[in-house]
């Protein structure tokens, strides 16, 4: 690193927590906090979903996904777009109706306590696990870049994180990821250019070489029950997975209730899908392009490197001061863009659904908005610990990621889709259906199904989802009679009535 790569992480950082600053000294109590007083422009939370699922996993796997395998990981998308267009038309209303601060409020007003207390609970130790991949992946490349030690970049990382969005609640989470979307978009641009111009031909030169190397298809449409990249996985592995993340998620739901109303959630929600589109479309694009260049140039890096090592090589061997110190800059963006959603939303999770509910006396709102800070702080240092194991996985990042959401994905959107769908099911019956399903997947994954019998893991999210919905309908459903009546159209307080 040169003093102007330093310089301009410097700078950064110290933006991002300007940003927390100011967004701290604008907080009166926990909704401000939490929900940023529900009235964020619409653009703007759209572009904070983005940059909650668009880690520096996604990053760093991303562009070494375009290396390795092509263009093909872009029909995801697909899946993104139909699990979004759901969640506009079913799950906003019944948000906005209900003024939710959680997601699992929802299953409380539907089944009981019970139900949103193993809702969040699930929630926790999901996203527990995925902000670990998030601390480890930018403290993987930062490690390798400035020479540091693992721990040290792991635990940089994290508390960078933890400072801005313990103090400056989801206000200056969000207009934080803005910032951060922008550094990584002139990051990935500014390299793809430096890239084409040490090609004779440039970008000409670097698509037909791509072409040649069968990079450039988008969409496969064979099926395959290992391979991610077909259209198949996509519509329905992948679709329950981004289903669960868009539906079920607090870190997605809180975005939408900080919105001012319910066409400004559904916007936001869409406008976040084709912004990710094209970040991704983006990265997998410069992944492309860094194997061509490789080939082009064969003395363009002075070892071969594997996919998620392809952009950390990048920075180290090619990129000039000042440009390396942006890409290593829009990689702490895109890890602190999802550790802070994702702690912040573990924090919320945890105050109001684990501990407003069980006191004896309501707490004050400073006394509330004290708990707030120290749940998110806490949080963020249980990732430090999950982000070691991390670093013991093997599997390329973005893969690891998604075989890990995939985990909870099925059990979660089951118990959504019984309070949805359907107006007979019983919390009985729902919790069952949640309960063996999640055993089922993590049975399988102890006697290794997958590996044994030639599936993809993320397979087992559409199966737990059918056996939720199959147990939690079929077991003592409600007569008519005793039905859930659903939600009344509209609340004296909600959005709608405004």
């Given at each position: ?5 330093l310089l ?13 600053a ?6 009166k ?19 904070s ?5 668009f ?12 290396y ?5 990981m872009?029909?995801?998308q ?60 930018p ?5 390798t870049?400035?020479g ?22 989801i206000?200056?989470?969000?207009w ?22 040490d090609?004779?031909g440039g ?14 298809q988008?969409v ?35 975005r ?30 410069l ?19 594997k ?17 390396a ?12 863009s ?25 707490l ?37 990621m ?6 909870f ?10 309070g ?36 993809h ?19 003592a459903?409600l ?8 939600l ?7 959005d709608?009535?405004?």
């Amino acid at each position: 690193m040169h003093f102007w790569d330093l310089l301009v992480i410097g700078l950064y950082g110290l933006t991002v927590i300007a940003i927390g600053a100011a967004a701290n000294r604008k907080q009166k109590n926990t909704e401000d906090y939490y929900l940023g007083g529900r009235g964020l422009p619409w653009w703007a939370v759209g572009i904070s979903i983005l940059a909650t699922s668009f880690s520096s996993a996604s990053l760093i796997g991303g562009t070494g996904a375009g290396y390795a395998s092509g263009m093909k990981m872009i029909q995801w998308q697909i899946g993104d777009l139909l699990a979004f267009s759901i969640v506009c038309v079913f799950f906003l209303p019944y948000f906005a109706r209900l003024r939710l601060t959680t997601a699992y409020e929802f299953l409380e007003h539907r089944f009981g306590r019970a139900a949103r207390l193993v809702a969040s609970g699930l929630f926790l130790l999901q996203t527990v696990l995925r902000t670990g991949l998030l601390v480890y992946a930018p403290a993987l490349a930062l490690s390798t870049v400035l020479g540091w030690s693992i721990e040290t970049a792991i635990s940089l990382t994290a508390l960078c994180a933890i400072l801005y969005s313990s103090f400056g609640g989801i206000s200056a989470v969000i207009w934080t990821d803005l910032i951060q979307v922008g550094v990584i978009g002139v990051g990935v641009v500014a390299s793809l250019f430096l890239i084409a111009g040490d090609v004779p031909g440039g970008f000409d030169t670097i698509l037909e070489t791509a072409r040649n190397a069968n990079r450039m298809q988008a969409v496969d449409l064979s099926f395959d029950w290992k391979n991610p990249f077909t259209l198949g996985w996509t519509v329905l592995a992948y679709g329950v997975l981004a289903l669960s993340i868009a539906g079920t998620n607090q870190q997605a739901v809180q975005r939408y209730q900080s919105c001012r109303d319910l066409a400004s959630s559904r916007k936001a929600a869409l406008f976040g899908w084709g912004i990710g589109a094209l970040v991704l479309g983006a990265t997998l694009f410069l992944g492309v392009c860094l194997h061509a260049w490789t080939t082009l140039v064969p003395d363009a890096l002075p070892d071969p490197v594997k996919g998620d090592q392809v952009l950390p090589a990048l920075i180290l061997h090619r990129l000039p001061p000042g440009l390396a110190g942006l890409l290593v800059a829009a990689i702490f963006a895109a890890s602190m863009s999802s550790i802070d959603s994702a702690i912040h939303s573990m924090s919320t999770a945890t105050l109001i659904d684990f501990v407003r509910p069980h006191l004896r006396q309501p707490l004050t709102e400073s006394a509330e908005l004290r708990w707030a800070r120290v749940l998110t702080a806490l949080f963020g240092l249980i990732a430090l610990g999950v982000a070691l194991v991390a670093a013991q996985q093997e599997q390329g990042l973005f893969q690891t990621m998604v075989k890990w959401l995939g985990y909870f994905a099925g059990p979660l959107l089951g118990l959504f889709l019984l309070g949805i769908v359907t107006r007979r099911a019983s919390q009985p019956g729902a919790l069952l259906g949640v309960g063996l399903s999640f055993l089922g997947v993590i049975g399988s994954i102890v006697l290794e199904l997958p590996a044994e019998y030639g599936f993809h893991p993320l397979w087992l999210a559409p199966v737990a989802l059918g056996i939720t919905l199959l147990v939690g309908r079929g077991f003592a459903p409600l007569p008519a009679d005793r039905a859930w009546p659903g939600l009344p159209e509209s609340r004296p307080d909600s959005d709608q009535s405004r």
